[in-house]
Nanobody
Framework: QVQLVESGGGLVQPGGSLRLSCAAS????????MSWYRQPPRKERELVAR????????DYADSVKGRFTISRDNAKNVVYLQMNSLEPEDTAVYFC???????????????WGQGTQVTVSS
């Protein structure tokens, strides 16, 4: 029943912006930490940003700090990734992920969306 559906990807010029959305269903959204991962061409998947459920604390990869912002709307069961000042190196398939949070500990299986392509090119 768990479903994560990403949207908002596409082609953008360097310096441009995109906002990715991940619509979640089938679980108690507010009790899950939500993350954005990305997998550039010919590279390993990497954690981009994470936002906790209770408290909403965030963490970012060094490569995106100051440019990307993760946020969530627990009333709408949606997590966002606002991406500004995009660079060609940001080109990747971006995945939404969810994992149950018990206090500050992330437990249980992690769930994944299908991914959305972001291409930064002139």
């Amino acid at each position: 029943q768990v479903q994560l559906v990403e949207s908002g990807g596409g082609l953008v010029q360097p310096g441009g912006s995109l906002r990715l959305s991940c619509a979640a269903s089938g679980f108690t959204f507010s009790a899950y930490a939500m993350s954005w991962y990305r997998q550039p061409p010919r590279k390993e998947r990497e954690l981009v940003a994470r936002i906790l459920g209770p408290g909403g604390n965030t963490d970012y990869a060094d490569s995106v700090k100051g440019r990307f912002t993760i946020s969530r709307d627990n009333a709408k069961n949606v997590v966002y990734l606002q991406m500004n000042s995009l660079e060609p190196e940001d080109t990747a398939v971006y995945f939404c992920s969810a994992r149950r949070q018990y206090h500050t500990l992330l437990v249980g299986a992690d769930y994944w969306g299908q991914g959305t392509q972001v291409t930064v090119s002139s």
